[in-house]
């Protein structure tokens, strides 16, 4: 899927980015598509001198300091910017890949990109049979910006914005501006999620045995999703009909509804106010948490009761595995969100913890494979207070399966388990593997079903 998605391109388009076709630009010719300040027609290959590969980092640079778009190779303009005829141009890999060279040579820092070959099938070919088609370069806005274009040999560094269907270049003020919005955007970020984390945490039961594991993310580059009455029983069909995680842990989704600016999940009754089991909530901008209740080992301990007037203490010993699971299947749903329902992009800032943890809910991090039921990983050492895992991520390596959010997860997890004292939990390798070793006979046939389905190698190496 393309980095970069915009309602405004797919209804010019008639189609989204991902699934372009040869007609879809010729459309832009028949309806006499104009330039803006999120599209550019070129009608030739950027050339090999140094003005031309200055041409193509500046446009691409550009797109990415202002609020993304694409650049079209293979179509003809007017004098009023608008799309007249659409010839085309030799497509290859060789010059996709000559294309990513020249924007990491002379882009700093290194901006996404996707670049996009759509052949065709009307046309003739080119010179020696070359295929012809037209070559899409998607440009998501970046949260990176500043992006620099080097000139001079590298010694000299220029800041273009598009302005309207046209580019300018930033003053020396507005280049000081965009780094401190660079700064406090990220600042943003992390009191958002924050926020979220804080009104989803509220929601959930602690009347129960089960202690729970919450995984959040917010992405950089919000989004906006229309909550709608038809989107909103859309995504009830999905929520309710779909598996919400990655292993049977035994729970579903038997409550949904909205609250403010999101959708929100459950797997309790209506009556109830809290939420049980499992939780999600998921917002307009693309943020989102996942919560998930896990076993509570401990069965050897009986609950002990301090002095009348005090809160009844529950020691925690919670399974590994039920966390990783836990993890892998929180960043997908919340990635899945972020993507595809609320149009978010860039990198997610994402966290993992366990709720409760305090003086009255002692907890370590147990496995029921390699050290007996419910036994701890840490040799009873029990934890009051444990920080959440942080990590980034990118919105679309999260939104997809594969080796990607692998790594992700595995970030998280065993950042997670540093916290209660285990320095790695081995259930996810941080090169986006599965270890089949520390999976459980009960989860590890579902595990591996589901990395193989997904092209995620699973390996039986040990830690």
Not at 79 to 92: F, L, R
Not at 127 to 153: D, K, T, W, Y
Request: proline fraction near 5%; charge should be negative.
């Amino acid at each position: 899927m393309a980095a970069f998605q915009s309602r405004r391109l797919d209804a010019l388009f008639g189609t989204t980015l991902d699934t372009l076709a040869a007609r879809h630009i010729h459309g832009l010719v028949t309806a006499g598509a104009q330039e803006a300040f999120d599209l550019d027609f070129k009608q030739a290959l950027y050339g090999g001198k140094d003005e031309d590969k200055r041409a193509l980092a500046g446009d691409v640079a550009a797109l990415a300091n202002t609020g993304g778009g694409v650049i079209v190779l293979g179509v003809e303009e007017d004098d009023q910017a608008c799309a007249t005829k659409a010839p085309g141009v030799e497509i290859s890999d060789a010059e996709v890949t000559r294309m990513r060279q020249i924007v990491a040579q002379r882009v700093a820092p290194m901006p996404a990109i996707d670049i996009i070959t759509v052949p065709d099938p009307g046309a003739t070919t080119g010179q020696g049979g070359a295929q012809l088609g037209f070559i899409v370069v998607v440009v998501p806005r970046s949260p990176s910006a500043p992006h620099a274009v080097l000139i001079n040999e590298g010694k000299g560094m220029r800041f273009p914005v598009r302005n309207g269907a046209s580019t300018r270049y930033l003053s020396e003020p507005e280049v000081a501006t965009a780094y401190r919005n660079r700064f406090a955007s990220a600042q943003r970020q992390g009191e958002r999620i924050e926020q979220i984390e804080r009104e989803a945490i509220d929601r959930l039961s602690t009347d129960d045995e089960y202690p729970w594991v919450v995984v959040s993310l917010v992405p950089d580059l919000p989004g906006e999703m229309a909550l709608t009455q038809d989107a909103f029983r859309a995504w009830e069909v999905e929520v309710r009909t779909g598996w919400p995680t990655v292993t049977n842990e035994g729970v579903g989704i038997n409550r949904t509804r909205v609250g403010r600016r999101r959708l929100l999940a459950d797997g309790t009754s209506n009556y109830e106010a809290h939420s049980r089991f499992i939780s999600m909530e998921l917002h307009t901008d693309g943020s989102g948490v996942f919560s998930i209740a896990v076993p509570n080992l401990n069965r050897r301990r009986d609950e002990e009761r301090p002095a009348p007037g005090d809160l009844l203490t529950r020691y925690q010993v919670l399974p590994d595995e039920a966390i990783s699971s836990a993890i892998v299947s929180g960043l997908r749903q919340l990635g899945r969100h972020a993507r595809d329902r609320a149009a978010a992009g860039g990198t997610a800032l994402i966290r993992a913890q366990v709720f409760p943890v305090g003086k009255h809910w002692p907890t370590t991090i147990g496995h029921t494979k390699f050290y007996g039921m419910g036994e701890s990983r840490t040799g009873e050492q029990y934890q009051v207070t444990a920080a959440p895992a942080e990590a980034a991520a990118s919105v679309d390596d999260l939104a997809q399966p594969g080796p990607a959010l692998i790594e992700a997860a595995a970030l998280l997890l065993d950042e997670l388990g540093q916290a209660f004292g285990v320095p790695e939990m081995g259930q996810l390798s941080r090169d986006g593997r599965i270890r089949r070793q520390y999976w459980s006979s009960s989860r590890n046939s579902e595990i591996v079903a589901w990395a193989e389905a997904y092209g995620i190698e699973v390996t039986d190496e040990k830690i």
